[in-house]
């Protein structure tokens, strides 16, 4: 089938990759002449497991193809995808502007009739806005085409998301139209194997679905992150209640680690798009501002707890941060937690010595030079010179670290671990100081 995909972002590029890789004839379009021009020398422009050689593999074999012409694009696809990025703007709404310039564009150039597919993750009520978008445009241009917008959103996990995108437990169809549906159905059969995962509903439900979803999630961690704030005033280890409670199939294990809070650029942007657009139809979302709320605040935790122990005061400090993105398997910095830590420390007068697997371009990008941040190139090279160690992301090359080395190399034998990745009971025979979330003060 003949797809064209507009914004090649992580959901555009992932999503244009893997129907590629099925056989789809994919056209990829973007206003970034610099980011089309690296895709086709094979620079693929985040960094996610196994999308480069999909990428890669696919435009060799003239599968997927990336351009800035809109013309071209519209021309090229039966089905065009809208996947350009919805920005909280100042209000923390989702800002539609991208997603409805591309409308526009699609109209201005159709000369046949498109679906238009809503990927990216955007508010009730958004597809109507693209349809009438699309019908004003052509009205006002005097073309007689027709078209359906369906609402089809994506539900990819940064780190894993080729693999999510090729076996995904479900695909949202929100469409009333008897003929988009089937032109979906036929798109995902390559993905609807096994089981039927396609789920087809009305437009508004379909949009709702998306943040639903996302906001349970959140709400999952912050209500853990709170259970760990209690479990530390009453004594308890949050980590035995969490299998305690994960046992439990109602529950499930899944998405309850507790953790210096929650980042990326999906959660809190979707939970506070979600608050304002309730809001806008006159409900207070309590639930969810408190999940903002509480995340809010478990992002302060290691802060907290460093100037506790150090009686308020580490200027001067020299802090070894293992772990910048948001989460592992990713260089993605967008409200990681990291970060917090990071500004809250050089405020009070501190140096940062930081690693990551991925993420140092990414925080050199964002921070600059400066003289209290030194970027090294192992976890190992971080801890030289430093006071103490902080660890803010769980990649799995810092789950069996030597702990003798870190010992050694630390001035205070200290960890604050943001990510619970080791026993107490442990890193007190290696004399090492060990403050975890929700295990004891
Ligand atoms: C999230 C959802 O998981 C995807 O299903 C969704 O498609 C995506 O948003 C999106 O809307 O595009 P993502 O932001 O990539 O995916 O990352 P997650 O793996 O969900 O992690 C989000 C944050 O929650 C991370 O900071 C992670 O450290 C934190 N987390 C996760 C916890 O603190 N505890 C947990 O138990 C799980």
């Known amino acids: 089938m003949k797809v064209t995909v507009f914004g090649i972002g992580y959901v555009g590029l992932v999503q244009a990759a893997v129907?590629?890789?099925?056989?789809?004839?994919?056209?990829?379009?973007?206003?970034?002449?610099?980011?089309?021009?690296?895709?086709?020398?094979?620079?693929?422009?985040?960094?996610?497991?196994?999308?480069?050689?999909?990428?890669?593999?696919?435009?060799?074999?003239?599968?997927?193809?990336?351009?800035?012409?809109?013309?071209?694009?519209?021309?090229?696809?039966?089905v065009v995808f809208i996947a350009v990025g919805t920005p909280p703007d100042e209000d923390g709404s989702a800002d539609l502007k991208y997603v409805l310039a591309v409308a526009k564009t699609i109209a201005e150039h159709m000369d046949s009739h498109k679906i238009i597919i809503n990927k990216s993750t955007v508010p009730v009520g958004t597809a109507d806005?693209?349809?009438?978008?699309?019908?004003?445009?052509?009205?006002?241009l005097g073309k007689n085409v027709t078209f359906d917008v369906v609402s089809n959103p994506e539900f990819l996990k940064e780190g894993a998301a080729v693999n999510d995108c090729m076996r995904p437990d479900r695909i949202i169809i929100g469409t009333e139209s008897e003929s988009a549906e089937k032109k979906l159905r036929e798109l995902y059969s390559p993905f609807n194997r096994n089981h039927d995962k396609i789920i087809?509903?009305?437009?508004?439900?379909?949009?709702?679905?998306?943040?639903?979803?996302?906001?349970?999630?959140?709400?999952?961690?912050?209500?853990?992150?709170?259970?760990?704030?209690?479990?530390?005033?009453?004594?308890?280890?949050?980590?035995?209640?969490?299998?305690?409670i994960g046992s439990d199939p109602r529950i499930g294990y899944q998405f309850i680690y507790p953790g210096c809070g929650?980042?990326?650029?999906?959660?809190?942007?979707?939970?506070?798009?979600l608050v304002r657009s309730a809001t806008g139809v006159g409900y207070s979302a309590k639930v969810l501002e408190a999940v903002e709320e509480v995340n809010y605040a478990q992002k302060e935790k290691l802060f907290e707890y460093i100037m506790r122990?150090?009686?308020?005061?580490?200027k001067g400090k020299t802090v070894a941060i293992w772990g910048l993105s948001f989460k592992p398997n990713t260089d993605d910095m967008r409200e990681a937690s990291s970060r917090v830590l990071m500004e809250n420390l050089w405020k009070a007068g501190a140096k940062v010595k930081a690693y990551d697997p991925e993420a140092m371009e990414e925080t050199q990008r964002i921070y600059g030079s400066r003289d209290d941040?030194?970027?090294?190139?192992?976890?190992e090279s971080a801890l030289n010179g430093a006071d103490f160690l902080v660890i803010c992301t769980e990649w799995q090359a810092f789950r069996a670290p030597d702990f003798e080395l870190i010992k050694e190399k630390l001035s205070s034998p200290l960890i604050f671990d943001g990510r619970n990745l080791f026993e107490p009971n442990m890193m007190l025979e290696y004399g090492l100081h060990y403050y975890a979330i929700g295990r004891g003060l």
């Open 309 to 314: 122990h150090f009686g308020g005061d580490v």
């Open 373 to 379: 941040l030194d970027l090294v190139g192992t976890k």
């Open 200 to 244: 087809v509903m009305d437009i508004r439900s379909a949009e709702l679905t998306k943040y639903a979803a996302n906001c349970m999630l959140a709400t999952k961690i912050s209500f853990m992150n709170e259970m760990s704030n209690i479990a530390e005033l009453m004594g308890a280890d949050i980590e035995n209640v969490r299998r305690g």
């Open 262 to 273: 929650y980042g990326g650029s999906c959660f809190p942007k979707d939970v506070q798009a």
């Open 19 to 78: 129907m590629a890789e099925v056989g789809h004839d994919v056209v990829c379009v973007d206003v970034d002449q610099n980011k089309v021009d690296k895709l086709k020398q094979g620079h693929i422009p985040i960094y996610e497991p196994g999308l480069t050689p999909l990428v890669k593999s696919n435009y060799e074999a003239g599968r997927v193809d990336f351009t800035t012409d809109a013309a071209r694009g519209i021309a090229h696809g039966e």
């Open 129 to 140: 806005k693209v349809s009438a978008k699309v019908a004003e445009t052509l009205e006002s």
